[in-house]
């Protein structure tokens, strides 16, 4: 139930369905924490999950119960929790894929869920820079166990690998822009996908749940919009008793002092790209000095600050970009699609220079693209494929349109959706690491990626079309609805 209240829509009550029928539960404040945030969706938050933009997910599956064990971690499947014949699917498909277990979960792992958009919505780059806030609520920890593979410019340049990270929590992400009388919990935390390593480990969601309920307790006591609330009675009670470090009763929004620093991160950028992170969070500020730095930089040095600016979309350094992948003559080691352990780069050097030429948008970059592309077999490792879609999407150019064609027709590069379970079946049984089907995503993601760019730069012969159309239809739900969402855009 919705109510108007001074122009601003606010949860009065959910549905729910008891032994006697469904009824109305009347609330002065719901906490969602269903976390993927169905009641606020429900409600009209607006939502992020899978758009037209690059498909990318941690990876999800169905954990299976053997006698005896105290673990189980699984990693197989792309699920669209919010697609019930996708979840099904899953049931079918993880019990044939383990068919000598006890028993199953009852619930998909999913590591990566639809996102609310909240009054703030943090990013990777505020945990990089240990973003403080004058209304933290909860701190989590994790190492950047990333399940797949991010999108962050900043992960193309530098990388967090296997290292614990701290990560404060602002309160503000849990409130669902344009409504009230809700807060939202746990992986519909509003925040960058590629933050939710860090924030999504058990015992930091339930300590983020309590707070929420701390705070809904406290609105109800006292009759107070949420937005208006005092939650520093809430912080202390939550460094009393253990939940958080005392100084978030005095932390205060550390982002526009920390611009103060970005002078001594442009000297020590060459440093392995030290402060790249700091010149990041920063653009607008950073780009003339980046800008001025290039040009004073000698020869070696200057393809450091051209790859920072690249990551902001600047082209000032596109001349040292394209030189560096112009010195490659033959494709270097990369990255073969994994799912579980993946703690480190999804790309090899070669090719974050490619997707940097691509962020430039420099149309010199799409014959030396395409030279390397013609080169590239569909068994070669996924990194290379997805770096040159990206980045010839990226550039726009349509000149590319026949070579991504063409590559898309090479035997073994396309026909990898699944329309049934006999195509699931199939493609899992020629998996090698059926245990994590590693393969059977590999080859999803790599010819979607294609058509997708293929569409975007005007297509060829409709085969991004016709590859787009046979995915809107597939079983897995997030392939289908991103193959939906690109066709729709």
Avoid at 317 to 341: C, E, H, I, P, Y
Avoid at 387 to 416: F, N
């Amino acid at each position: 139930m919705i109510e108007n209240v001074n122009g601003t829509a606010a949860v009065k009550g959910v549905l729910i369905t008891t032994t006697s029928g469904p009824r109305i539960v009347l609330a002065k404040t719901v906490i969602d924490a269903t976390g993927n945030g169905c009641i606020a969706a429900a409600a009209g938050a607006e939502m992020k999950y899978i758009n037209a933009n690059e498909i990318a997910t941690q990876g999800h599956g169905l954990p299976p119960r053997n006698l005896g064990s105290s673990y189980t971690n699984t990693d197989y499947m792309y699920v669209d929790e919010t697609d019930i014949e996708d979840v099904s699917q899953l049931f079918i498909y993880g019990k044939e894929k383990f068919p000598a277990a006890f028993d199953f979960g009852k619930l998909p792992d999913t590591r990566e869920r639809p996102q609310i958009v909240g009054d703030f919505s943090f990013t990777v780059l505020d945990q990089v820079n240990k973003r403080t806030y004058d209304d933290t609520i909860c701190q989590s920890k994790s190492n950047f166990d990333t399940h797949g593979y991010t999108v962050t410019p900043y992960m193309e340049i530098e990388h967090l690998h296997h290292d614990g990270h701290f990560c404060d929590m602002p309160y503000r992400s849990s409130l669902p822009q344009g409504l009230d009388k809700i807060l939202v919990g746990g992986l519909a935390t509003s925040c960058h996908r590629d933050a939710i390593p860090i924030i999504r480990m058990q015992p930091d969601l339930q300590n983020q749940g309590y707070a929420l309920g701390c705070i809904a307790a406290k609105a109800a006591k006292e009759n107070v919009p949420l937005r208006k609330l005092d939650i520093k009675p809430v912080q202390k009670h939550l460094v009393e008793i253990g939940n958080l470090p005392e100084r978030v009763l005095t932390d205060k929004d550390n982002y526009e002092d920390s611009k103060a620093a970005l002078p001594d991160a442009i000297k020590t950028l060459p440093d392995g790209f030290k402060g790249s992170a700091q010149l990041l969070w920063h653009p607008e500020e950073a780009k003339p000095l980046l800008q001025k730095a290039y040009q004073n930089a000698s020869p070696e040095n200057k393809i450091v600050y051209a790859m920072v600016l690249a990551g902001m979309n600047d082209p000032t350094g596109a001349d040292a970009v394209l030189d560096k992948v112009k010195n490659f003559d033959a494709w270097d080691k990369g990255w073969n699609f994994r799912g579980m352990g993946q703690f480190s780069w999804a790309s090899s050097e070669l090719d974050r220079y490619i997707m940097m030429l691509g962020r430039t948008h420099d149309k010199r970059g799409v014959p030396v693209i395409c030279k390397l592309l013609n080169d590239l077999k569909p068994e070669d490792d996924f990194s290379h494929h997805r770096a040159c879609a990206l980045a010839l999407e990226w550039i726009g150019d349509k000149s590319a349109a026949k070579t991504v064609a063409e590559h898309l027709r090479k035997p073994g590069m396309s026909g990898y959706w699944q329309h049934d379970l006999t195509a699931a079946r199939e493609q899992d049984k020629a998996d090698p690491k059926g245990g994590t089907a590693e393969k059977s995503r590999r080859d999803s993601l790599a010819e979607i990626g294609f058509a997708r760019a293929l569409y975007h730069l005007g297509d060829y012969e409709g085969v991004g079309k016709k590859i787009l159309e046979n995915y809107s239809t597939d079983l897995r739900g997030y392939f289908s609805r991103h193959a939906n969402e690109v066709l729709r855009r």
